[in-house]
């Protein structure tokens, strides 16, 4: 069984490895760079557009890997019109508007295909059906995940590498529950993603742009809503969340930190974790690799979180909120930069 999700992997990770370099030459070719500014870490003109060549490796593991179903194909479809979008980004630098406009269409796709979340489990048995808030419900969820990845996306190798653990969570969990589809598809991104590290950790010879983290937040999330499709179980919904904790409580406290200071919310800023821990005096590789293990422990806690019911699950919740709110505090993250 093993070799159902390895080959996936393997075959995505083979594909991204050998693929990078030639998008890396492409991305030049057509002006998809990343130059320099005051908010940002790099020195010199880079290539973006990096996520391409995860998103053709994901498509190729993927066709070969599963039956295409009309789920898979809405997801499939999905993701492509989220990485036109994130091609497009990279090349002219879209208005925000415009980008949301295009991650509303993407997030619709799943809709139309009826991949949505109808249902989600009462503690107290049964369902809670959402009726009439199933669709904004499904399209808020997705465009949330699609944008909580694009914003960590700010040291080499940041947002890959906490993607890649956050799908391999993923990938634990479903086949632990008996997932086979989500745990395939799953497989499929980490094994893109992992093929992609390799040229952009630090000192990275290319980004992976919107393209990228665009295509991977919207993946996780099209994943989390096919599977409680799927299995009625909200714990579809919550393991991606959890494993993703990081840069999901990033942009929520970048959110709180712009608002009360008077900012647009969309506005950039230099406050988020990544610069706080450069701030503090840790070089990129030091600031990635202690938010790589704060990622594999929210990993682990989805894991357990999975495993138990009730209460105890929802101590496990309330314990990462707190250490990641003392945690923020003593950093500062709340204040304006």
């Known amino acids: 069984m093993l070799s159902a999700y390895g080959f996936p992997f393997l075959l995505a990770a083979l594909v991204s490895y050998i693929l990078t370099p030639y998008i890396k030459k492409i991305a030049f070719r057509i002006g998809a760079i990343d130059r320099p500014d005051n ?15 995860i998103y053709i490796a994901f498509m190729f593991a993927a066709v070969a890997s599963l039956e295409l179903t ?32 295009g991650q509303i269409f993407a997030a619709c796709v799943l809709v139309l295909f009826d991949i949505r979340i109808e249902w ?25 995940f699609t944008n909580v990845v694009n914003l960590i996306d700010g040291l080499d190798g940041l947002a890959a590498g906490v993607s890649a ?5 993923v990938i634990l969990v479903a086949v632990q529950m008996g997932y086979y589809h989500i745990a395939v598809m799953t497989a499929a991104l980490a094994g893109g993603i992992i093929g992609f590290i390799r040229y952009n950790f630090n000192p990275a010879t290319i980004f992976m742009g919107d393209t990228g983290s665009m295509f991977i ?18 714990v579809a919904l919550i393991v991606p969340a959890i494993a993703l904790g990081l840069p999901i409580m990033d942009t929520a406290f970048a959110i709180m930190r712009r608002y009360s200071n008077g900012r647009p919310i969309f506005q950039p800023d230099k ?41 105890y699950a ?10 990641v709110a003392v945690g923020a505090k003593k950093i500062g993250i709340l204040n304006d930069r």
């Open 120 to 144: 989600v489990n009462n503690p107290l048995g049964g369902y809670f059906y959402l009726d009439y808030l199933s669709i904004p419900l499904t399209i808020f969820w997705v465009i949330s």
């Open 39 to 53: 908010r940002k870490v790099h020195k010199k003109i880079m290539p973006r557009l990096g996520g391409l060549a």
């Open 165 to 169: 653990i956050a799908s391999l969570t």
């Open 314 to 323: 929802a101590l496990i919740i309330a314990a990462i909120i707190t250490a």
């Open 217 to 234: 937040g919207y993946m996780l999330a099209a994943i989390s809503v096919y599977g409680a499709v799927k299995t009625a179980a909200t």
């Open 70 to 101: 009309k789920d898979i194909v809405g997801i499939l479809v999905g993701s492509t019109v989220i990485v036109i979008v994130g091609v497009l980004d990279d090349k002219y630098q879209l208005p925000a508007k415009v980008k949301l406009l």
């Open 271 to 311: 406050g988020h974790l990544h610069h706080r821990l450069l701030a503090m005096g840790m070089n990129q590789k030091q600031a990635v690799l202690l938010m790589y293990g704060i990622t594999a422990v929210l990993g682990i806690a989805a894991v357990l979180w999975a495993e138990v019911d009730g209460f």
